[in-house]
């Protein structure tokens, strides 16, 4: 019993390590692939003299996740230790038991030896000394050949178990190997980035001042366009809320034109809120949008905050505050914009930089899209989860950068808490 529950804790112990571990490589696998995506944008913008301050932050985003790169490659090789010293354990017990096994069979070998003729046995079942006993000498000789088989049958099973353990052992190690190696590569790319990291904050440091013009002239230019999308969403809702009157209007004639049995009064209907969920399919959109928050796709295959979510303070130039009603997504040159839900385009129009501007509603909920180079769809349309609709600008600089924003009606959301992480 103390041998099946313990073989039962191995197992159990060995499944909970595969299933950590599995967690930490596809952990692995994200931060590899946002740190190759990363290295993907800085390099359209590494032959600029200056540092912006955006580069600084996807470097500074860079550093954090090559940490938490080398955090993660080291619990792996941590819990890949633990497993081979579990299996040399493992090995260690498995060859005591396998010795046992081959002394007891060595044993019964020796014995059968001795009592091989069939005079041997009779002698020994009627020397019993009453019937009982020389039926259970009986059948000892009749179960011995089981018995023996059923011994060998055990011995084969162990050598096995052994051979099979000594191969995963030998998988381990290399596994941990491999995985040293790239922690000693990891942490040597660390520390470069480290140095590049402090050398871009200096060179922020060095061109305040302009930074400082250069972040006012880009607040007022978004100021602009802020006033264009809060336009344009004023304007949807109001045409959505005129839309849901008038269903409602006609509902309540149909309902007065439909006589009522056993009333002679009519009593006025409660005045109406009007939404912007006129149609059945509005409220589909809606419950399918807000259902799948945090799981949403990102608008770009490619990207990486560069300013966050509402009113903050600049990270490197004080006394500056940035106001973002969404978020600020850097990408790749000629990068793919695409829908984050299926809905309806309420509005596309043309911003103060001259680029495109594509708004989609989701029921009550919108998704706005900046500087397009170019658009796939237009006004009215219907577009998927995922769909294209159209094309990043990017500027002089070699900058391909959006702002991206999440509205339920006039509320601004926090487009982080909407997409997938």
Partial sequence: MLVICTVGL?????????????????????????????????????????????ELQIIRKKVEQRQQLVNNITSQVNMLDEQINQTKQSIGEEYRNLEILKQNYAQMLRYAQRNKSATDKLLFIFSAKDYHEAYQRYVFFRKFAQIQRQQMALITKKTNELTTMAGD???????????????????????????????????????????????????AKKKKLQQQINAAINAEIKKQQQLAAQKNSASNKNTATTPKKNSTTSTPSKKEEYTMLATAKDVELNKGFEGNKGKLPWPVDKGVIVSSFGVHEHPDIKGVQIENQGIDIRTTKGSAVKSIYEGEVCSVFQGPNGKKVV???????????????????????????????????????????????????????????????
């Fill in 359 to 421: 708004i989609i509603r989701h029921g009550e909920y919108m998704s706005v899209y900046t500087n397009l180079e170019s658009t796939s769809v237009s006004k009215g349309s219907k577009v998927s989860m995922g769909q294209k609709i159209g094309t990043i600008s990017t500027n002089e600089n070699g900058q391909s950068e959006m702002n991206f924003q999440v509205r339920k009606g006039t509320k601004t959301q926090n487009p982080v808490l909407w997409l997938r992480r």
């Fill in 169 to 219: 052992l030998i998988t381990q190690k290399q596994s941990q190997n491999i995985l040293l190696r790239q922690e000693k590569a990891h942490a040597a790319t660390l520390q470069k980035e480290k140095v590049q990291k402090e050398q871009a904050v200096k060179d922020i440091k060095s061109q305040e001042k302009q930074l400082t013009k250069q972040i006012q002239q880009a607040q």
């Fill in 10 to 54: 191995t197992l159990l112990s060995g499944n909970l390590q595969a299933q950590n571990r599995q967690k930490l490589e596809n952990e692995k696998a994200k931060l590899e692939k946002e740190i190759a995506s990363m290295n993907a944008i800085l390099k359209e913008t590494k032959k600029k003299n200056k540092m912006s301050a955006s």
